[in-house]
């Protein structure tokens, strides 16, 4: 099989799929005026999905993420999940999602082939959660992510952005969430796009920080896998579940980097902080999967060897609802 590989040698085995721009929270570090909704007619459909996921599969693709947005404003996202794991060569299908629809559509998405979720939660103080998200749903959520354990799904994780003045000190708080429940919790370093300068500022807390304190607390960080995605990860012989931080200006953050990203409107992004991005849909069209790997091989040639948040450059990425973070 050819492999999707750049110049740097790292192949790429992890597509993160976005089906919309869309989201009906409100998180002010990602949509505070909420989304543009122009761009949903011109979202990604499902027959151009299935083609999609069959070129990347061709070139060793094995993991499927369907981000947003909120990907369960599609109401073809059943029809999505059962579509991507059908496809030959992909091993595992996973979500990210603000879980509000979690208790409704667990079954149906198990049932689809759904192997893994992400739940994003910032905060596990109800008031905080409403400030942040604007919306009152954190208890039919947290009831959602246990429904998804009692289920055997192969992963489930929460995702929390860390924010200086929301979440900075409930580390204590997520560790007790986490003591008896198998699911891996990951604190998520907030990161500069070109719309949140002054919010960067003010939010920003380094992972390190919270990296040295699992680490005296008796963490241990664990190997990653082929296709895991950016976090360090940590157990502990006494909790049930595990840590994860996902620090995108620790050294030599894009050394292993195995994904690519495409948007709900079909363009490929080599980088979730690049300056451009390669318009992909015309060869969507045509039930020939080589135009379009001739495509991705040509086009993740010209992937850098690491992002430019270092240098205060976030690209062209408005925000992280563009193609799900």
Known sequence: ??????????????????????????????????????SRKHEITLSEIRRLVTAFAELGTTKIRLTGGEP????????????????PGIEKVAITTNG?????????????????????????????????TGQNKLPQIIEGIDEAVAMDFAKVK???VLLKQYNGGELP?????????????????????????????KHHVSGQEIKQQLLNEGWVQRLKSHNDGPAQEFKHPDYAGQMGLIMPYSRDFC?????????????????????????????????????????????VMLK???????????????HLAMIGG
Request: glycine share 2%; proline share 3%; with cysteine.
């Open 255 to 299: 050394d292993d980097c195995n994904r690519l990203r495409v948007s709900s409107l079909g363009q490929l992004f080599l980088c979730l902080f690049t300056e451009q991005h390669q318009d992909i849909r015309q060869y969507l069209q045509t039930d020939d999967p080589e135009p379009l790997m001739n495509a991705l091989q040509h086009n």
């Open 72 to 87: 369960c404003l599609r109401k073809d996202l059943t029809d999505i999940i059962a579509t991507c794991k059908e496809v």
């Open 1 to 38: 099989m050819t492999q999707l590989q750049d110049r740097f040698k790292r192949r790429f085995t992890y597509l993160r799929l976005s089906l919309t721009e869309s989201c009906n929270f409100r998180c002010d570090y990602c949509l505070p005026n909420g989304p543009d909704c122009s």
């Open 304 to 318: 850098k060897a690491t992002h430019g948040l270092h240098d205060e450059n976030s690209g062209a990425t408005r």
């Open 158 to 160: 929460v995702n929390t």
């Open 100 to 132: 509000y629809r979690l208790q409704r559509d667990l079954p149906a998405w198990r049932d689809a082939g759904l192997d893994a979720i992400n739940v994003s939660i910032d905060s596990l103080d109800p008031s905080t959660f409403h400030l942040i």
């Open 173 to 201: 708080q997520f560790l007790d969430f986490i003591k008896d429940r198998n699911v891996a919790l990951r604190f998520i370093e907030l990161m500069r796009t070109s719309d949140n300068v002054d919010y960067y500022k």
